[in-house]
């Protein structure tokens, strides 16, 4: 990877949209937390070390791994903790608009509530020091000091659905986004190993949270089963993530509904649900002018981040600086927040170019 290259992506306004709080811890992070219960003998320390350092992994071991960082994660002072530190490692990247997206919790043995662990994480973006963070839809919520000079971001939280749930708790899920509304929670996620579950169990909470008027985005085609898929482009999520397995038939749907699709190249390599990235699909839809974003999706368990994955792009497809600006930049027409806030963000854009030029 070039250095000055790889600088240049870090020095460019980003968006991202698709990452996972969880997926996203730093691995420093998560030794400590290991080390701690280790040492209360929770866990074996050596073991957690294998797991964590493994750096190539399928898609079964990927939540296999979900599971042990989430025993690491349970409490609520944790949730917080890495929710700084997450928030605090996408604004030292540069990324001026971030969606966060988080799997509320419950945890009856220790008190956690789907809504205490999403305060938990408020609390966290509450504590940013290292930025000013915008992270409520009416503007009225930052963590601004007056006079602060200090670089803006703002934040947004999706709340996701994992496919283990039942329809009942994928409910709980949508009416608690509902009620955090204020809070910046924008829309909803729906995630997890994409051989569980069935998409009818989930329909009727993404319906109601759709008619509520919460933005929706899926895991749409991490494995090939056409017939999921098509009835998720049917639907009409606001946005897709990964898009890996499609047939022509549910290419051409997707290309029809110009439904936007967030591209996470490191994680479908690592993950081989993409076998190359010379024939990743981020060169068709590019080339057709198709809606689409970079991402990171899990940037702690992939070890990336989101200029990385500019990086990546940019040498895998031949693009330049200037369609590299303008990719970053035209991720704003596909964020779930107002128009306000875009047109703030085009505002930063404008200003990086002249000082990029
Ligand atoms: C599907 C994924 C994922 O919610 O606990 N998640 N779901 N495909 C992926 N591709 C690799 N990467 C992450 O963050 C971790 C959770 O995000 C989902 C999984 O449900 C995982 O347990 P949170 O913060």
Redesign the pocket.
């Known amino acids: 990877m070039n250095r000055e290259e790889l600088e240049w992506c870090v020095s460019v306004p980003k968006v991202e949209l698709h990452a996972?709080?969880?997926?996203s811890v730093r691995n420093s992070t998560l030794f400590e937390l290991a080390r701690v219960l280790g040492d209360k003998g929770v866990i074996v320390f050596s073991d957690v070390e294998n797991v964590i350092m493994k750096d190539d992994r399928t898609?079964h071991e990927?939540f296999k791994l979900?599971d042990l960082i989430?025993i690491l994660t349970t409490d609520h002072s944790t949730v917080t903790r890495i929710t700084k530190e997450v928030i605090e490692d996408f604004a030292a990247e540069n990324v001026v608009y971030l969606e966060l997206?988080?799997?509320p919790k419950r945890n009856d043995s220790i008190g956690m509530s789907k809504r205490s662990y999403m305060d938990a994480v408020m609390e966290g973006l509450r504590a940013v020091s290292s930025v000013d963070v915008d992270y409520s839809p009416a503007g009225l919520k930052t963590n601004t000091f007056n006079g602060s000079t200090r670089k803006k971001m703002y934040v947004r939280f999706l709340l996701?659905i994992?496919r283990r749930e039942s329809t009942e708790a994928a409910m709980e899920t949508v009416k608690l986004a509902l009620e955090m509304r204020d809070l910046g929670v924008v829309g909803i996620d729906l995630?997890?190993n994409?051989i569980v579950g069935n998409w009818s169990t989930f329909l009727p909470a993404l319906k109601f949270a759709k008619e509520q008027g919460l933005y929706i985005t899926l895991?749409c085609g991490?494995v090939p089963n056409q017939e999921e898929i098509k009835a998720m482009i049917d639907f009409l999520p606001h946005r897709i993530g990964h898009a890996c397995c499609f047939d022509e038939e549910n290419w051409r749907k997707l290309k029809s509904a110009k439904i936007p699709v967030e591209i996470c190249l490191t994680?479908n390599i690592r993950?081989e649900t993409i076998s190359s990235i010379d024939i990743h699909h981020f060169v068709d839809l590019y080339k057709a002018k198709h809606p689409l974003v970079l991402c990171t999706?899990?940037s702690g368990v992939f070890s990336t981040s989101l200029s990385r994955e500019y990086n990546l792009a940019s040498s895998s497809f031949g693009l330049g600086k200037t369609e590299m600006f303008q990719l970053a930049e035209i991720a704003i027409d596909f964020i779930f927040a107002d128009d306000g806030v875009k047109t703030d963000l085009r505002a930063t854009f404008e200003e990086a170019v002249k000082k990029l030029n």
């Open positions: 996972h709080l969880n997926g898609l990927v979900f989430h997206r988080t799997t996701s994992d995630s997890g994409p895991h991490e994680s993950t999706d899990d």
